[in-house]
């Protein structure tokens, strides 16, 4: 079995930055690729941005381009998401997904953003991330 574990979720203002992890244990290897999705409260589960396997291409979605990025230290088995400029909009509780085999880099970006139980078999138990305005 494998295990996701976030962490680094808190309140922040408006404009300010925060960085998740995600701790991988047991079978999942973040080389496999990882996505972080976010679910505000009362709303749909939303990918926010993956990186595959192999080059670590990633995608995001448009609400958070060019101001989140995620990253990888495979030798720590741990994935990041770094959050800056965040705005009120961005509250949700914050969960990393892996898949259970990989995230192939040819993987369209519509598909890998899809919280789809085909392609992602672990889920972290989240971390909340509270913006205030």
């Known amino acids: 079995q494998g295990q996701l574990v976030e962490s680094g979720g808190g309140l922040v203002q408006a404009g300010g930055s925060l960085r998740l992890s995600c701790a991988a244990s047991?079978?999942?290897?973040?080389?496999?690729?990882i996505a972080w999705f976010r679910q505000p409260f009362g709303k749909e589960r939303e990918g926010v941005a993956t990186?595959?396997?192999?080059?670590?291409?990633?995608h995001y979605a448009d609400s958070v381009k060019g101001r989140f990025t995620i990253s990888r230290d495979s030798a720590a088995n741990t994935v990041y998401l770094q959050m800056n400029g965040l705005n009120p909009e961005d509250t949700a509780m914050y969960y990393c997904?892996?898949?259970?085999?990989?995230?192939?880099?040819?993987?369209?970006?519509?598909?890998?953003?899809?919280?789809?139980?085909?392609?992602?078999?672990?889920w972290g138990q989240g971390t909340q991330v509270t913006v205030s305005s």
């Open positions: 997904a892996a898949p259970a085999i990989v995230i192939p880099m040819s993987l369209p970006a519509n598909k890998a953003l899809s919280a789809n139980p085909d392609i992602y078999k672990y």
């Open positions: 990186i595959s396997t192999a080059d670590g291409r990633t």
């Open positions: 047991g079978n999942v290897r973040v080389h496999n690729g």
